[in-house]
């Protein structure tokens, strides 16, 4: 059996400190778990997270906010071509989601490309997204399906 050596399961950052490859990409919470930002001087939401609001500025106090994770597609597309990477997938599709909170992100809905509408409600999930080769790292994130 092939064994995985030890430094290949470590993230090295740059100064010289280092953490399991797993603990590096939990530390990405807007990837995981739908965490963005909020303005509480005008109460806008961010998603990504910003860190600082373009209305605000300096008088804006951002502080982390988790998305319901709940929201409408805006607008979609069937991709029927792909790179290699995501071919096997195909036809899948992408759509923009606008978040019940306010921000838009692009984002796979899972579901028959004949199934989706403007205007679909549409809930997050934690799937996978990609694999580094067959024996690569697997890359996980949101996508989105409809809510029954």
């Given at each position: 059996?092939?064994?995985?050596?030890?430094?290949?399961?470590?993230?090295t950052?740059?100064?010289g400190?280092?953490?399991?490859?797993a603990?590096f990409?939990?530390?990405?919470?807007?990837r995981?778990?739908?965490i963005?930002t909020?303005?509480?001087?005008?109460h806008r939401?961010f998603?990504?997270?910003?860190t600082f609001?373009?209305?605000c500025r300096?008088?804006?106090?951002?502080i982390d906010?988790?998305?319901a994770?709940?929201?409408?597609?805006?607008?979609?597309t069937v991709?029927?071509t792909?790179?290699?990477?995501?071919e096997?997938f195909?036809?899948y599709?992408?759509?923009i989601?606008?978040?019940?909170?306010g921000?838009?992100?692009t984002?796979?809905i899972?579901?028959c490309p004949d199934e989706v509408?403007?205007?679909?409600r549409?809930?997050?999930?934690?799937?996978?997204?990609?694999?580094?080769?067959e024996?690569?790292i697997i890359h996980?994130?949101?996508?989105f399906?409809?809510?029954?």
């Amino acid at each position: 059996m092939w064994e995985v050596p030890e430094q290949l399961l470590l993230f090295t950052f740059w100064g010289g400190s280092e953490m399991s490859v797993a603990r590096f990409w939990r530390k990405i919470p807007q990837r995981y778990n739908m965490i963005g930002t909020k303005c509480e001087t005008c109460h806008r939401h961010f998603f990504p997270p910003r860190t600082f609001c373009p209305d605000c500025r300096r008088s804006g106090r951002i502080i982390d906010h988790k998305f319901a994770g709940t929201g409408t597609v805006v607008t979609y597309t069937v991709i029927h071509t792909a790179n290699e990477q995501f071919e096997a997938f195909t036809p899948y599709v992408l759509a923009i989601v606008k978040l019940d909170e306010g921000p838009r992100m692009t984002a796979q809905i899972v579901c028959c490309p004949d199934e989706v509408k403007i205007g679909m409600r549409v809930k997050s999930v934690f799937r996978r997204i990609a694999t580094d080769g067959e024996s690569g790292i697997i890359h996980y994130g949101t996508k989105f399906v409809p809510v029954e």
